[in-house]
């Protein structure tokens, strides 16, 4: 009887590193979503401050800014270059302007950033990284999913595009009839 109930825990044992692994990529899952969630709440915050209107007359003359969280993702107009952004996004934007045209998916900048692209929920932190930078007009989305810089899709247009400049003459000859 002994050797039987020993057997049993040992069973239980076993299977203890596998329920261990479970629970702590859960965890990591539900951390994931969290960190994804307030990235985006502090960037809400951060679109909706309002000016500092200052208490007294000390304050005049003087710059003051606004408390609250910095932006993790300046509009790409009001940025010199892309070292103001995180080094994430940085990492985002070396491996968009690497896939040239072709641009990069959810799936591709989640291996960028390190995380497991097996995994839907790191899936997803990537995706809503790319439509930050989307949305801030540092990269465009070329087509359904695939983001790449904005210079790389112009060119690609200007180069593949069925539609040309028409020469002056045709255009005046169009606007004129045929008569």
Do not use: C, F
């Not at 892309?82 to 491996?95: C, F, R």
């Not at 809503?128 to 359904?144: F, I, K, M, S």
Request: charged content about 30%.
């Amino acid at each position: 009887m002994r050797g039987h109930e020993d057997g049993n825990g040992g069973e239980e044992l076993e299977a203890e590193p596998e329920r261990a692994r479970l629970a702590l990529a859960d965890a990591e899952e539900v951390l994931r979503r969290r960190v994804i969630g307030l990235e985006q709440y502090l960037e809400a915050l951060a679109e909706t401050d309002a000016p500092a209107v200052p208490s007294d007359d000390r304050s005049q003359g003087m710059k003051v800014r606004p408390a609250g969280p910095r932006r993790a993702v300046p509009h790409g107009q009001d940025a010199v270059g892309g070292e103001v952004l995180a080094v994430d996004y940085q990492a985002l934007m070396t491996a968009a302007e690497q896939a040239g045209v072709d641009g990069i998916g959810a799936r591709r900048a989640a291996v960028v950033l390190g995380w497991d692209s097996a995994s839907h929920s790191p899936v997803e932190g990537a995706r809503a990284r790319l439509e930050r930078l989307v949305e801030r007009g540092w990269l465009l989305e070329d087509r359904a999913g695939r983001v790449a810089l904005p210079s790389q899709v112009a060119s690609w247009i200007s180069r593949n595009s069925v539609w040309r400049p028409v020469p002056e003459a045709v255009g005046d000859h169009l606007a004129h009839g045929s008569r």
